[in-house]
């Protein structure tokens, strides 16, 4: 290889590096919002979690629409038992980096999906979006 070829793929190597580290560091950081996450919701905390959230899920419902939703869910499935990462995802954008997790959850009353995404914002997770699945919440 010629000398700038070298260089070429060293720094390459190097950027590649240094994102695989922070993708990791930054996943940790986002799994550790989850169980966050999990806490407030097993403890009513609905508003907290809305006034946390990244202004992009504040675009998609309002404060009420998100408290009762929670609300509902906390009703039907009760607190969580256990949860298990089953998927998750690292993706750049031109508006941020964004950490996509899909998690199987047991909770009181029943198995449900959860898939939760977040924006990292100044070194820190914040919830873009939260979906859950379950039939816990059509038959309780």
């Known amino acids: 290889m010629r000398p700038s070829r070298i260089c070429v793929w060293v720094a390459l190597s190097a950027a590649a590096g240094l994102g695989?580290?922070?993708?990791?560091?930054?996943?940790?950081a986002a799994e550790a919002a989850i169980t966050q996450f999990h806490q407030e919701l097993d403890g009513?905390?609905?508003?907290?979690?809305?006034?946390?959230?990244?202004?992009?899920?504040k675009q998609a419902t309002t404060e009420a629409?998100?408290?009762?939703?929670?609300?509902?869910?906390?009703?039907?499935?009760?607190?969580?038992?256990?949860?298990a990462r089953e998927s998750w995802r690292v993706n750049w954008q031109t508006s941020g980096e964004f950490?996509?997790?899909?998690?199987a959850t047991?909770?009181?009353?029943?198995?449900?999906?959860?898939?939760?995404?977040?924006?990292?914002a100044e070194g820190a997770p914040v919830l873009v979006s939260y979906n859950v699945n379950s039939r816990a919440l059509i038959t309780n």
């Open 20 to 28: 695989a580290c922070s993708s990791q560091k930054d996943l940790s």
């Open 44 to 57: 009513g905390q609905f508003e907290s979690l809305y006034s946390s959230a990244a202004p992009e899920l």
């Open 65 to 83: 629409e998100f408290v009762k939703f929670l609300g509902a869910v906390h009703k039907k499935l009760g607190n969580t038992r256990s949860t």
């Open 99 to 103: 950490i996509s997790l899909r998690y």
């Open 106 to 120: 047991e909770y009181e009353q029943g198995k449900a999906g959860e898939d939760f995404v977040f924006r990292m």
